[in-house]
C-alpha cells in the first residue's frame, strides 16, 4: 500500500459527459501528480501540483483540467469525454517538488479505471 | 529529443530461468534512473534506483546495471517467479534547468512468467 488513494477505481460513462477523479496523497507529501495509461500504452504525464499550485505541464488537453486544494488532495475533471478517453488515470505523489532533495520517486495510487461508451 | 527506449516490449520466460529487460535513454543532463514494477491493473512501485557514480545494484533477486556512457541500463531477474509477472517501466530523472527536474517514462516491457 503506497498511502495514495483514488476514487472512483471504476467508472463508466457515455461520450460527452464530463467526470472527476479524487486522490489523496501520502499523508505529508506536498506534489502530487496526474498520468494517464491507455491500453499496452506507457505512463504518460498530464499535470503536477505542488503545495496547491500548477507546478508543470504535461500533453494534458484542454478538455481536461486539475486543481490541488488547501488539505492537499487533488481532483482530476475530464470534459466532453471521447472514446480515446478510456484509460487508467494513475495519480502519485512526493514530498518535494522535485529538486535536488529529492530522489524523484514517485508514490502511485492503484488507478481509477475510466471507460467511455 | 528526450527519450526513453526499453527492449523487448514483451517477454513470455518459463518459472525458475532468467532473464534481462533492456532501457536506452538519450535523455540529458542524466541525474537518475529508476526501475519501476507495475502489476497489471495496479500503480508502479520502485524497484531500485541508479545514480551516475553506480554501475550495478541488487535488490533480491533484481539487478540493476548502468553504463551512463552507452546511456544503457538492464534489469536482471534471477530464478523468476510466477509473482514476477508484471510490466516493468524504466524512468530516467533529468536536470531541466532552474533547480527543476523532469521525468522521463519509457512503455516498459512487458514479463509473462509461466509454469
Known amino acids: 500500500d503506497s498511502g495514495v488513494t483514488q476514487t472512483p477505481k471504476h467508472l463508466i460513462t457515455a461520450t460527452g459527459q464530463r467526470v472527476t477523479l479524487r486522490c489523496s496523497p501520502r499523508?505529508?507529501?506536498?506534489?502530487v501528480y496526474w498520468y494517464q495509461q491507455s491500453l499496452d500504452q506507457g505512463l504518460q504525464f498530464l499535470i503536477q501540483y505542488y503545495n496547491g499550485e500548477e507546478r508543470a505541464k504535461g500533453n494534458i488537453l484542454e478538455r481536461f483540467s486539475a486543481q490541488q486544494f488547501p488539505d492537499l488532495h487533488s481532483e482530476l475533471n475530464l470534459s466532453s469525454l471521447e472514446l480515446g478517453d478510456s484509460a487508467l488515470y494513475f495519480c502519485?505523489?512526493?514530498?518535494?517538488?522535485?529538486?535536488?532533495?529529492?530522489?524523484?520517486?514517485?508514490?502511485f495510487g492503484e488507478g481509477s479505471r475510466l471507460t467511455v461508451l | 529529443k528526450n527519450q526513453v527506449e526499453q527492449s523487448p516490449q514483451s517477454l513470455i520466460i518459463l518459472e525458475g530461468k532468467n532473464c534481462t529487460l533492456q532501457c536506452n535513454y538519450t535523455v540529458s543532463p542524466f541525474s537518475n534512473l529508476r526501475w519501476y514494477k507495475q502489476d497489471t491493473g495496479r500503480g508502479p512501485v520502485s524497484l531500485t534506483i541508479m545514480t551516475f557514480s553506480e554501475n550495478t545494484k541488487s535488490n533480491g533477486r533484481y539487478t540493476a546495471t548502468l553504463d551512463a556512457d552507452t546511456k544503457q541500463s538492464s534489469l536482471h531477474i534471477t530464478a523468476s517467479q510466477l509473482s514476477d509477472s508484471a510490466s516493468y517501466i524504466c524512468v530516467v530523472r533529468q536536470y531541466s534547468g532552474a533547480g527543476s527536474y523532469q521525468l522521463t517514462f519509457g512503455k516498459g516491457t512487458k514479463l509473462s512468467v509461466i509454469p
Open positions: 502519485a505523489s512526493s514530498y518535494y517538488r522535485d529538486s535536488y532533495l529529492s530522489t524523484g520517486e514517485l508514490f
Open positions: 499523508s505529508g507529501d506536498l506534489s
